[in-house]
């Protein structure tokens, strides 16, 4: 256990391991201790074993997460003598209202998703679906396995939300949970498109289909729970 009051080092303060969704909290620690400075422009992040060891994660999940900070352009990595990943980030942001009203925004939206989507995913799986119905959420899974391309993928996934609140038999939570996918659409095209968070995202909804066929709203909820914490470490991480 980590005995905080002993503690003299932002980076061993703040980066700890952390339940949950390995890679996008990984992702998150990372992106928010850049941002807020822990690890500062310019300086080399810890030797790989020893980072992977702090933040309890494996050093393939670290290397990932690193991935994904790179492609966000808040480090570099050199290969050889000498190298290693360095922070790039420099704190240039937009005008302080404007950040502020962006971070309202995405944690708004980000809290609406959270309460709505579990919820539908709970009421669908409480449904006597008949055969079309089920065929047609098999399908829509199917419709993101197979998406050729990461355009299509986001289409994909959003129909399968889509499809869920439909089962649910709702119309208002249609209605929001259209809403929290458009929301989520804008925020997700502000980032880019990362192959670990799009493989843990299906597998997700691969197990939160099977609970709703299976009648298991208990399991289809706290699967779809895991699934928007997933997402939204990731969005804190890398829009702030």
């Known amino acids: 256990m980590l005995a905080v009051n002993r503690v003299t080092s932002l980076p061993e ?23 807020l400075g822990v690890l500062a422009d310019g300086e ?19 290397r ?4 994904a900070l790179r492609e ?14 360095r922070v790039t980030y420099t704190g240039q942001t937009p005008a302080a209202g404007s950040t502020a ?17 579990p919820g539908a995913a709970w009421q669908a799986a409480t449904q006597p679906l008949a055969g079309d119905q089920r065929a047609w959420l098999s ?14 993928h986001r289409v994909a996934d959003s129909r399968l939300h889509l499809a869920i609140a439909t089962l649910a038999g709702s119309p208002m939570l249609i209605d929001a949970v259209t809403r929290s996918q458009a929301a989520l659409h804008d925020m997700l095209t502000a980032i880019p ?22 009648g298991d709203a208990e399991r ?17 991480g890398l829009i702030g």
């Open 101 to 117: 009203r962006s971070g309202a925004s995405l944690s708004d939206a980000l809290i609406f998703r959270r309460v709505v989507e």
């Open 139 to 152: 399908d829509s899974l199917r419709e993101v396995d197979r998406a050729p391309d990461p355009a299509a």
């Open 220 to 236: 289809a909820r706290t699967v779809m729970e895991e699934h928007c914490d997933a997402t939204s470490a990731l969005l804190r």
């Open 44 to 62: 080399l992040l810890p030797p790989e074993r020893e980072l992977a060891e702090r933040v309890g994660v494996s050093r393939n999940t670290l």
């Open 64 to 67: 990932e997460a690193i991935a």
């Open 72 to 85: 966000s352009g808040l480090v570099s990595t050199r290969r050889g003598r000498g190298g290693g990943t």
């Open 13 to 35: 303060a703040v980066l700890r391991p952390a339940p949950g969704n390995a890679f996008e909290n990984t992702v998150e620690q990372l992106a928010t201790a850049v941002r």
């Open 193 to 214: 498109v990362l192959r670990p968070n799009i493989d843990h995202s299906d597998l997700q909804h691969q197990q939160i289909v099977t609970a709703i066929l299976g």
